[in-house]
């Protein structure tokens, strides 16, 4: 066989054809194999979902994939823009509602400034305040850092997940990644290492921002993937933290605050045999009212559920609550 060249642009359909070919018949001596390119217009659900007869594996082929809407009778969404509840041991979406949809995070965006942070930090790191970190944008969730504060990674992170607060999420961008700018390019690289490549993020907290955007399906990949740290997950089932931190002259300042999730706080009751492990919220005008749960079923199955741009608060809980039932079916 004469091996020629072919041109980049030729479509997926194409690349995928001629990778089966070079497997089947040869070329030369040399072994071929398609690495995941986040550049690729397509996410993982796309290479999974399509109806080929013989077909590469994709790099999520372990995770729940699908690409149309699952309804259930049982669950009324209508005011949410999009829904999405995964069974994480049998990998199988149970409802899927708009799930390639690209809208406005909030502070889900903390999930992706998380597992950075918990990447390429330290859980003892010594953290200082600049002066970005005072936010003056009205309903800004906020901590109370000022500039020269200090406090340890594993402070702030507890100040950035249960609380939501913008002011820790800058700082934390600003020592990972020595600028915000810094930070919100790994943040973005990262995302596209796990898939998440119909995202993009422009800030590590979530404000309101051109260009800043996710789908409920790539909130799913970065979920799972931050569940996978210990911290992270310690850090959402918590109900209550207290800490001590200090401010430029080295003078103590308490660190206390609640969990903003309402079914972590008890302010609102889950399905009997549901266990909440936690989860993240987030609310701005522009994304309405979102969360991602991690749950357990009354067999210790777990779950993750997702839920994008609900009109209130009240009604956010109470679909999640309908999708969360589904568990014990």
Same mark, same amino acid.
Request: charged share 20%.
């Given at each position: 066989?004469?091996?020629?060249s072919?041109?980049?642009?030729?479509s997926m359909?194409?690349g995928?054809s001629l990778?089966l070919l070079f497997?089947?018949t040869?070329?030369g001596?040399?072994?071929?194999s398609?690495?995941?390119?986040g550049?690729?217009?397509?996410?993982?659900?796309?290479?999974?979902?399509g109806d080929h007869?013989?077909r590469a594996?994709a790099f999520?082929?372990?995770l729940?994939v699908?690409n149309?809407?699952?309804?259930?009778?049982?669950?009324?969404t209508s005011e949410?823009e999009?829904?999405?509840?995964?069974d994480?041991?049998?990998?199988?979406i149970?409802y899927?509602?708009?799930?390639?949809e690209?809208?406005?995070?909030?502070s889900?965006t903390?999930?992706?400034t998380?597992i950075?942070?918990?990447?390429y930090g330290n859980?003892?790191?010594?953290l200082?305040?600049?002066a970005? *970190? @005072?936010?003056?944008?009205?309903g =800004?969730?906020?901590v %109370?850092?000022k500039?020269g504060?200090? !406090?340890?990674?594993?402070?702030a992170?507890?100040?950035l997940?249960?609380?939501?607060g913008n002011?820790?999420?800058v700082?934390?961008?600003?020592?990972i990644?020595g600028s915000e700018?810094?930070? *919100? @390019?790994?943040m973005?690289?990262? =995302?596209?290492a796990? %898939?998440a490549t119909?995202?993009?993020? !422009?800030n590590?907290?979530g404000?309101?921002?051109e260009?800043?955007?996710?789908?409920?399906?790539?909130?799913y990949l970065?979920?799972?993937e931050?569940?996978?740290?210990n911290e992270f997950?310690?850090?959402i089932?918590?109900?209550?933290?207290?800490?001590v931190?200090h401010d430029?002259?080295g003078?103590p300042?308490?660190l206390?605050?609640?969990?903003?999730?309402?079914?972590i706080?008890g302010n609102?009751e889950t399905?009997?045999?549901?266990?909440v492990?936690?989860g993240?919220?987030?609310?701005?005008n522009?994304?309405?009212?979102c969360?991602?749960l991690l749950s357990?079923?009354s067999k210790g199955?777990?779950y993750?559920?997702?839920i994008?741009k609900?009109?209130q608060?009240?009604?956010?809980y109470d679909?999640?609550?309908?999708?969360?039932?589904?568990?014990n079916?």
């Amino acid at each position: 066989m004469k091996c020629t060249s072919r041109k980049r642009k030729r479509s997926m359909a194409l690349g995928l054809s001629l990778l089966l070919l070079f497997s089947l018949t040869g070329c030369g001596s040399k072994g071929y194999s398609m690495e995941y390119d986040g550049e690729y217009a397509a996410s993982a659900f796309r290479f999974e979902s399509g109806d080929h007869g013989s077909r590469a594996d994709a790099f999520a082929k372990d995770l729940c994939v699908g690409n149309e809407d699952v309804s259930v009778n049982s669950v009324n969404t209508s005011e949410s823009e999009a829904a999405l509840l995964c069974d994480l041991n049998n990998g199988e979406i149970i409802y899927a509602k708009n799930i390639h949809e690209q809208l406005n995070p909030a502070s889900l965006t903390k999930v992706l400034t998380a597992i950075v942070a918990l990447k390429y930090g330290n859980l003892d790191d010594m953290l200082t305040a600049t002066a970005n *970190v @005072e936010i003056k944008e009205s309903g =800004a969730s906020l901590v %109370g850092i000022k500039e020269g504060d200090t !406090m340890t990674l594993s402070q702030a992170l507890h100040a950035l997940l249960m609380p939501s607060g913008n002011d820790a999420a800058v700082m934390i961008a600003e020592h990972i990644g020595g600028s915000e700018e810094g930070f *919100v @390019e790994m943040m973005n690289e990262e =995302a596209k290492a796990l %898939g998440a490549t119909n995202s993009h993020f !422009m800030n590590p907290h979530g404000l309101t921002a051109e260009n800043h955007y996710v789908t409920a399906y790539d909130m799913y990949l970065i979920f799972q993937e931050a569940i996978k740290y210990n911290e992270f997950v310690q850090i959402i089932t918590a109900t209550e933290y207290t800490s001590v931190y200090h401010d430029r002259a080295g003078d103590p300042k308490e660190l206390s605050f609640g969990n903003s999730n309402q079914f972590i706080n008890g302010n609102h009751e889950t399905p009997d045999g549901v266990v909440v492990v936690g989860g993240k919220t987030g609310t701005t005008n522009a994304a309405g009212n979102c969360l991602i749960l991690l749950s357990k079923d009354s067999k210790g199955n777990p779950y993750i559920s997702v839920i994008l741009k609900c009109s209130q608060r009240d009604y956010l809980y109470d679909t999640m609550y309908d999708l969360m039932d589904m568990e014990n079916n």
